[in-house]
């Protein structure tokens, strides 16, 4: 593998998807940190269903030797644990898919690294020069309109059943999900993420291109990364809408800061993630970096938490995926029986949603985000599907955690509905 390094970013420079290099992602900090675009796919590692698949994963992880793009997908849960899914899959991710990329394009604000793969070096200097082209990113043509899988009055239902198991002890939290669906359509999955991505600037955005299979994500936030021996995770508990003056911003801030159930929420899944870390990091080591921190996005506030530890020599990547996958923020507390309610409670299977999107360096290192505020859309058979979740506890309000629901949604939910141009 060859390395350029600290090249002055091209003017113009756009990444985008290009047809002729597949496998495409994206991951897109927007200003809050390095971007990574992969193109190309060289080796391949993925698993669908079977008892091999988890050593297929450790495999793959274990014998890289350089950059790996790719997710995994929620339902890897039945095979991390004695689970299952009922509902049908439209969407067809495979549980999980890895690929050696043939170049990856790394760059801030200034400088842009190049990494070698497997490119020629004219298909190179090619692709630099499109992806330094003036473009605009123009509306999307399609006007597309997301129809919930379950109306108010069953969600009310299904949550108040859950409700009920946490009133009886069965589970202290859970993450309770619905779908927000379209089927036959035909978008053009770039454009509207760039779409989507213009409205709310996440700082774990993604586009993912697999075959037929998109994802085109607005999350903001992290799963897990590794640096060195530290592990580090930043789970979301606690949104509400930015206010439309300076003064209801504020005021909407100040209101999530305050609120005993989010805080509840947040430190249920604080304990949750910390005991997730201590069974791969070194005793002692797990600590809570930063506890109810408010983060402010274009669309939303956000109570996050940052939990880190030092993980144990020879732990492999499959060690922590069994202790820390699914993430706490989108299982609830304790997670296993969380997970069985959920999957009760919901009508849609969450395939890629709930799972996470993220790359491998060549030194081991690792970054995952959480795919939520994503639409996943297979292009075969033209099936689009957003999902969005809040946790209920003892003290969730219904109607509240519903309002929570539509606000998670509205941003793309908006986007898709506008009327052609």
Known sequence: MRVTQNIPLPDSF?????G?????VYLNSNGQGTNLLALGRRNEYQGHQGPSLLSAL???TRNASDWLFGYFSYDLKNHIENLNSSSEDFLGFPLFHLWQPEVVLEWDHQNLSIHHLGMREEDLNDLLAQLSQVRSVRSSEQAVQLVPSMDKNEYLQRGQKLIDHIKQGDIYEVNFCQAFVANEVSIDPWQIYCEVNEATQAPYSCFMEDRNRYCLSASPELFLQKKGDQLISSPIKGTIKRGSTPQLDEANCLALKHSQKEQSENVMI?????NDLSRVCRPGSVRVDELMHIKTLKTVHQMVSTISGRVNPGVSFLDILRATFPMGSMTGAPKIRAMELADEAENNRRGLYSGSIGFFRPNG???????IRSLCYNSLNGHLSLMTGSALTAKSDLEAEYDEVLLKAKAIVDILAKSPV
């Not at 756009?14 to 290009?18: D, N, R």
């Not at 002729?20 to 495409?24: A, K, N, V």
């Not at 290192?365 to 795919?371: E, I, R, Y």
Request: charged share 20%; glycine share 4%.
């Open 270 to 274: 604080v304990d949750l993630v910390r």
């Open 20 to 24: 002729r290099y597949p496998g495409t």
């Open 14 to 18: 756009y990444p985008q998807p290009l």
């Open 58 to 60: 450790d495999h793959a």
């Open 365 to 371: 290192d690792f970054t995952f985000n959480v795919v």
